[in-house]
């Protein structure tokens, strides 16, 4: 029987790496090489370790956790000759709010997924893999605890896969609630047992990651892009987007749209036409007031910052980021003072409190807008949200810091009006 | 402390998952498979995964205190996750989670006087698109209303 989809897709929708979500059975390793299933793998293994780099190089793509590196970049950083074990470390502690796509590659396309990582295997010579998955996704930990027995029951995984001599192990890993893991220095500290605190860099992981040794972490969607393009070549996945932004991605569309649900577009689809064809549009005929593009770390736009095309570039250029694919939608009605306050609240709880800026900035930027919102608004507060923001960019060890104090900035300096609103209404009150 | 066949079984696997003398990184996902058996993170607990772990107690214990879904005290049989962060918030996540209060008649992280359901308020689950969304121990529910919460609700005190 087909699984019934969380959300039926989009005529619209190019499917690359979705194009199997909805087939019957669409989990089962027969069902993934009925339908061009290992083909990549067993190309791969005929090609020689540097031109897989080359062809992932090719393909333009780029890390689909939210940072957006090169991947096949990535990949030239892990020593191949070090005489260390190599790991292979899957970043599938999706927590970024707003993002909910690396729970489809895994539940409908699992072996999608075990073929990348197996091809990246064959490419750094690293024979271990760890699929690291945020404890919230039990469900999936045991599915995906399945699926790798059925590929080591079949040969797809374990000693001497499929004749080819080459060996590789997969583990699953279960976190236990922390966004600060899905930072890839600080998903290995948890990897090891440890509370997950970011670690300096460098050393990078690639040189030092897992237990010391030369590590490559990509993200889930990263991983399963990779069979697509080793199969048809990695020009024809980078023509599929637009110039350095390869290939298509997942995106989860939320908040005040008719149709929320996570589609495959090519990189560059128009924002608008996302929205209003894809996602159908806002419900009541409202107006768009922002969008925050790529998960709540990302600045948000105006609705006249949204005629756009969808690549990491392009959301560069006006200050932005693509993210992890987290698209969140807002329509007039939404006030920006709460917006910012529940973004905040997350940050504040989910800071390690390694670094100082971070812990301390987004405590007091959590206290202000609490008292903000509950009514105690003052005049100078705007201007103080947004200084406070600016000390902690680029002070601390990780991103998390900068995640905090980005959509603060954006939403106190595009939004200044709603905070102004409130305290007239305040002026109204007493 | 012996724990049920199963999840013996899992440790034993988990214990051999990890390169030699890297048994610490059994620490985590060790002490989550118990939690769910044991009820709590004990210091019995604690101590059991030092010792399998071949970790002092402390490296176990201050673990702990880092991730959100570990807890010292029992949480209720039935623990009902609610999720107000933004794309659940914009869709009615935050009535969710204030119908929930006042249906159970506990807050966040507290329990029902008969310990059998909890109650709370989380970060986001990485449910965005099918807001607003709860998780009752580990099943997931999306697209969850006032009144879709009461049933569930309703079914577990059934399902005692």
């Not at chain 2, 121990?137 to 009144?147: A, S």
């Not at chain 2, 609700?153 to 399902?159: C, F, M, N, S, T």
């Amino acid at each position: 029987m087909p699984k019934k989809l969380y959300n039926e897709p989009s005529p619209l929708e190019t499917r690359i790496l979705s194009k199997r979500f909805g087939l019957d059975n669409s989990e089962s390793l027969a069902t993934y090489i009925a339908n061009d299933g290992f083909k990549a793998f067993r190309k791969a293994r005929e090609m020689k370790p540097e031109a897989i780099i080359e062809e992932v190089k090719t393909s333009a793509l780029r890390g689909r956790g939210g940072a957006g590196f090169p991947t096949g970049l990535k990949w030239s950083f892990v020593p191949r000759s070090s005489p260390k074990p190599k790991y292979i470390v899957i970043n599938a502690d999706e927590s970024e709010p707003g993002t909910c796509k690396d729970r489809l590659l895994m539940e409908y396309d699992p072996h999608q997924m075990i073929e990348g990582i197996l091809i990246a295997g064959l490419a750094l010579d690293a024979h271990k893999g760890y699929l690291y998955i945020r404890g919230e996704y039990r469900y999936l930990i045991d599915h995906m605890d399945r699926a790798i027995a059925e590929a080591y029951g079949q040969g797809y995984l374990g000693k001497n896969i499929l004749g080819t001599g080459f060996d590789f192990d997969l583990y699953t890993h279960s976190g236990a609630g922390a966004y600060e893991c899905g930072e890839e220095t600080a998903l290995l500290d948890s990897l090891e047992g440890k509370r997950g605190i970011p670690r300096m860099k460098p050393p990078f992981p690639a040189v030092a990651g897992a237990w010391a040794s030369p590590t490559l972490l990509n993200n889930v969607e990263t991983f399963s892009a990779i069979p697509a393009i080793i199969r048809d070549g990695g020009a024809a996945f980078a023509a599929l987007g637009t110039p350095k932004n390869g290939g298509t991605r997942l995106l989860c569309v939320s908040g005040h749209v008719n149709k929320p649900g996570v589609y495959e577009v090519p990189l560059g689809y128009p924002m608008l036409k996302f929205i209003e064809e894809i996602a159908g549009g806002i419900p009541g005929g409202r107006k768009l007031k922002a969008v925050i593009p790529g998960g709540s770390s990302c600045p948000i736009l105006k609705a006249d910052e949204c005629d756009i095309p969808m690549d990491y570039d392009s959301l560069a250029k006006i200050g932005s980021m693509l993210g992890s694919g987290g698209m969140v939608v807002m329509d007039e009605t939404t006030d920006m003072v709460k917006v910012a306050l529940r973004i905040m609240r997350f940050y504040a709880h989910e800071s390690c409190g390694w670094c100082i800026p971070c812990r301390e900035g987004t405590t007091w930027l959590r206290k202000i807008l609490q008292r903000f919102d509950d009514g105690g608004g003052r005049h100078e507060d705007v201007a103080l949200l947004g200084e406070l923001s600016k000390n902690m960019l680029g002070r601390t060890f990780c991103a998390l810091g900068d995640a905090a104090a980005m959509p603060t900035i954006s939403i106190v300096d595009k939004f200044a009006a709603d905070f102004e609103k409130r305290l007239a209404q305040q002026m109204v009150a007493v | 402390m012996n724990f049920s066949p199963q999840l013996e079984e899992k440790f034993a696997k988990m214990l051999t998952a990890y390169p030699e003398g890297r048994k610490r990184s059994a620490v985590v996902p060790m002490l989550i498979y118990a939690q769910d058996e044991v009820g709590a993170v004990t210091p019995e607990l604690i101590d059991e995964v030092a010792r399998r772990c071949e970790v002092p107690p402390l490296q176990v214990d201050e673990v702990v205190g880092y991730y959100s879904m570990l807890h010292r005290k029992p949480m209720g049989k039935y623990h009902v996750q609610v999720c107000t962060n933004i794309s659940c918030l914009l869709v009615g996540g935050m009535e969710l989670y204030e119908h929930a209060c006042k249906k159970l008649g506990i807050g966040h992280k507290e329990v029902t006087a008969d310990g059998q359901i909890s109650l709370e308020e989380v970060e986001c689950m990485g449910a965005c698109s099918w807001a607003p969304a709860v998780e009752i121990n580990y099943d997931f529910h999306h697209h969850v209303t006032p009144e879709k919460l009461d049933q569930l609700i309703d079914g577990l005190r059934k399902a005692q």
